[in-house]
């Protein structure tokens, strides 16, 4: 994703000749940035973003620090000004250094282009990429500064040297001491599995809960959000209910990925005193209530793959009291808004779940977006559902939608607020041209 600029203009040269690489311009930063931070969550793979020197760099810094808290692997490029420019008032010259802060996993300075320094280009290019993919995933940033003249004829690359491996996530596998451990937490006990946004593919919940014998208490950003009976879709309206809040309160936990994005379920995984199991790629703990008591950083596919032969299962009735009451709410929600005759919020939600192909990518904005989808969408199993909630922020929106629709090539729907609509009607430039079918 290209912000176009001045200084940027070598870079971005670079980049449009590339063989093998896609490029899309975004005249506003803050667009270009969070485009690609909807890139990189289609693709799960680092996306380059440039732009040039002074404001422009500042204003990628919300997409960066979205990145930063969603594990989102983005290669932040921006253009600067060269030594002898810095502290005399040069326009649009400002001390980029380390702008982003603690927001990214690392800050690489390339110093200014020089043929003289070109054996480094390829080392410094597997730094960065390394960076932005290993144990955990974010945002580089990689400061360019510039000398005039900004244009010129391309020079031979580098060659390819020996050292070719690229970062890679590896999970780890657990040993048999640690699955005996994990194990001995969940045998036999009442307990719920909480699947949440980058947590557990959904034929490996199916797999585990299938074993146990718990419901799958489902995200709508996890997968798991199915037809099957085990998905709990309707948690956070059944929980309300004190009576019922308290009759299924488990012995156990075993959460996946991120927290839900209910305030309910949040609050009664907080009350009940439960032994929780949290499951994740990455080292970084997302669990502001500190219900927590062991943290497993590794492949969840494999865990539960592992887990299914070794548990055993609870007591029939468990499961059962969740399905009748999962049953129960459906069918509610249905009569309430599947015939409605006026438009409501979560009418709207239930349609647009409903409504997009199967296939389709599901951008859904923070606030009330992504809680009527919680609390009144059906099955999203035919939808892969995203939403920017590493930081919650509302802004940039309309542009991460773009981003994935120009990646995946997929329909990709968008459900959005007016003021955050607003925040980011940029994205909408040029949209018409891009040949994405964004709905």
Not at 18 to 41: M, P, Q, T
Not at 165 to 188: C, D, F, I, M, Y
Not at 311 to 332: G, I, K, M, T
Not at 385 to 399: P, T
Request: aromatic fraction near 4%.
């Amino acid at each position: 994703m290209i912000a176009p600029g001045s200084r940027s203009t070598p870079m971005a040269l670079a980049i449009a000749s590339a063989k093998g690489l896609r490029v899309h311009v975004f005249h506003d930063e803050r667009s270009a940035s969070f485009a690609a931070l909807g890139a990189a969550k289609a693709c799960d793979q680092p996306v380059l973003v440039l732009c040039t020197s002074g404001t422009a760099a500042v204003n990628f810094h919300p997409a960066v620090v979205e990145a930063s808290y969603a594990d989102v692997p983005l290669i932040v490029l921006t253009a600067d000004r060269p030594p002898e420019l810095q502290g005399v008032g040069a326009p649009q010259t400002i001390d980029q250094k380390y702008l982003y802060g603690s927001a990214v996993r690392a800050y690489i300075d390339a110093g200014v282009a020089d043929d003289d320094r070109r054996d480094d280009w390829r080392r410094l290019a597997r730094r960065a990429f390394r960076a932005a993919v290993t144990e955990r995933p974010g945002p580089v940033h990689v400061n360019l500064p510039f000398r005039e003249p900004l244009v010129g004829s391309a020079g031979k690359l580098p060659a390819v040297g020996d050292d070719q491996t690229h970062g890679q996530r590896r999970a780890k596998q657990l040993g048999t001491e640690t699955l005996a451990k994990v194990n001995s937490r969940l045998k036999n006990k009442r307990g719920v599995i909480i699947a949440g946004a980058r947590g557990v593919p959904p034929r490996a919940a199916k797999l585990l809960s299938d074993a146990l014998k718990w419901p799958v208490l489902a995200d709508p950003t996890s997968g798991c959000r199915t037809e099957g009976p085990h998905a709990i879709r309707h948690a956070d309206a059944l929980l309300r209910d004190s009576e019922i809040a308290k009759r299924l309160r488990p012995e156990s936990v075993l959460r996946f990925g991120a927290l839900p994005a209910s305030k309910v379920v949040n609050s009664w995984l907080r009350d009940t005193a439960a032994e929780v199991t949290t499951v994740s790629g990455s080292p970084y703990l997302i669990d502001p209530d500190r219900t927590t008591s062991l943290h497993l950083v590794t492949n969840a596919e494999a865990l539960c793959t592992d887990l299914a032969p070794l548990v055993a299962p609870c007591d029939q009735n468990w499961l059962q009291d969740w399905c009748v009451v999962e049953q129960s709410a459906r069918r509610v929600v249905g009569d309430m808004l599947d015939d409605e005759t006026r438009l409501s919020e979560p009418g709207v939600a239930r349609c647009v779940v409903a409504s997009l192909p199967t296939g389709s990518r599901f951008v859904v904005s923070s606030s009330m977006p992504i809680r009527d989808v919680e609390w009144y969408g059906g099955s999203c199993e035919h939808l892969t559902v995203l939403s920017n909630r590493g930081a919650n922020g509302i802004d940039g929106v309309v542009s991460t939608a773009v981003g994935v629709a120009l990646e995946t090539g997929q329909t990709t729907g968008l459900l959005i607020g007016d003021i955050a609509f607003l925040h980011d009607s940029n994205g909408l430039i040029g949209l018409a041209r891009r040949g994405a079918d964004v709905r």
